[in-house]
């Protein structure tokens, strides 16, 4: 069963951080874009950051570049959202995804996890 899962989110307080993690089971990332995927209360999806399969290519939204950065650790199957600096409005939830392509459009990823809640709150 292909499946990604993430974990790591939470409460935190504004200026703080999380680190999400996303795995991959039933399937190899490898060759695979991950990309990070948010949605707030009444909001559509939005993309957060991409990073290419080789984890040379990464991009963020303009909301969150010089906040957030993403790795992956392809030996492990895993990718990873450094979140610092958070702000409220970051409260959303996030998720992951898999597709072909380096891109923030959530129609070109296959494959994604349920989400995990993050919050940002005082």
């Known amino acids: 069963q292909l499946q990604l899962v993430e974990s790591g989110g939470g409460l935190v307080q504004p200026g703080g951080s999380l680190r999400l993690s996303c795995a991959a089971s039933?399937?190899?990332?490898?060759?695979?874009?991950i990309g990070w995927f948010r949605q707030a209360p009444g909001k559509e999806r939005e993309g957060v950051a991409y990073?290419?399969?080789?984890?040379?290519?990464?991009d963020y939204a303009e909301s969150v570049r010089g906040r957030f950065t993403n790795s992956r650790d392809n030996a492990k199957n895993m990718g990873y959202l450094q979140m610092n600096s958070l702000k409220p409005e970051d409260t959303a939830v996030y998720y992951c995804?898999?597709?072909?392509?380096?891109?923030?459009?959530?129609?070109?990823?296959?494959?994604w996890g349920q989400g995990t809640q993050v919050t940002v709150s005082a």
């Open positions: 995804a898999a597709g072909p392509k380096i891109t923030l459009e959530r129609g070109e990823y296959y494959h």
């Open positions: 039933g399937f190899s990332l490898n060759g695979y874009v």
């Open positions: 990073i290419s399969s080789s984890g040379t290519w990464r």
